[in-house]
Antibody, heavy 121, light 109 residues
Framework: QLQLQESGPGLVKPSETLSLTCTVSGGSIRSGTYYWGWIRQPPGKGLEWIGSIYYSGRTYYNPSLKSRVTISVDTSKNHFSLKLTSVTAADTAIFYC?????????????WGQGALVTVSS | SYVLTQPPSMSVAPGKTARITCGGNNIGSKIVHWYQQKPGQAPILVSYGDSDRPSGIPERFSGSNSGNTATLTISRVEAGDEADYFCQVWDNTGDHLYVFGTGTRVAVL
């Protein structure tokens, strides 16, 4: 069964770069029928898509975050990563990674357990 | 950008039916997916492709979509259904945008 696990620092200082990695187990990130995505959820609030990547490296970003986001993939390690630059307290959130089923209309399944990242000095 | 609006909360008695709405401009022309999120847990998929159910999701969960409203219906509600529910659509234009609804907290009385 496919599983995803987020990892990275839980505390980032304002103006610095948030970095997270999502490790995929139980399946290959190179599968042609899937994309891989990042979603965030501020405490007590809703879900926001951050961006997505295909195993080839093709990326798609939320326009509201595009100037600060980079998503990359390492197929040899079966993981993909997120970098968010110039963070502020407003970026404090639980960050989830998820597999995206690409079937003419795309959805997220399954999700990782999530990683809380707090932006604070 | 496309906006999906859900009622913030609703309450339902055990054994009754919960209907969670997701409003969007001509949402019936898009395909809607639904997620359930229990406190402290990651979301899980409970409906995809407007009305399909992933394996392991009870038949009590069903989706529909028409006009300007998509609906997730939970029949014979149980205490374990208490959670936040989010709808989601995919914009298949160049930006490949994913839009989530605002979320509905369902309380089981």
């Amino acid at each position: 069964q496919l599983q995803l696990q987020e990892s990275g620092p839980g505390l980032v200082k304002p103006s610095e770069t948030l970095s997270l990695t999502c490790t995929v187990s139980g399946g290959s990130i190179r599968s042609g029928t899937y994309y891989w995505g990042w979603i965030r959820q501020p405490p007590g609030k809703g879900l926001e898509w951050i961006g997505s990547i295909y195993y080839s490296g093709r990326t798609y970003y939320n326009p509201s975050l595009k100037s600060r986001v980079t998503i990359s993939v390492d197929t040899s390690k079966n993981h993909f990563s997120l970098k968010l630059t110039s963070v502020t307290a407003a970026d404090t959130a639980i960050f989830y990674c998820a597999r995206i089923i690409a079937a003419g209309t795309n959805w997220f399944d399954p999700w990782g357990q999530g990683a809380l990242v707090t932006v604070s000095s | 950008s496309y906006v999906l609006t859900q009622p913030p909360s609703m309450s339902v008695a055990p054994g009754k039916t919960a209907r969670i709405t997701c409003g969007g401009n001509n949402i019936g022309s898009k395909i809607v997916h639904w997620y359930q999120q229990k406190p402290g847990q990651a979301p899980i998929l409970v409906s995809y492709g407007d009305s399909d159910r992933p394996s392991g999701i009870p038949e009590r969960f069903s989706g529909s979509n028409s006009g300007n409203t998509a609906t997730l219906t939970i029949s014979r509600v149980e205490a374990g259904d208490e959670a936040d529910y989010f709808c989601q659509v995919w914009d298949n234009t160049g930006d490949h945008l994913y839009v989530f609804g605002t979320g509905t907290r369902v309380a089981v009385l």
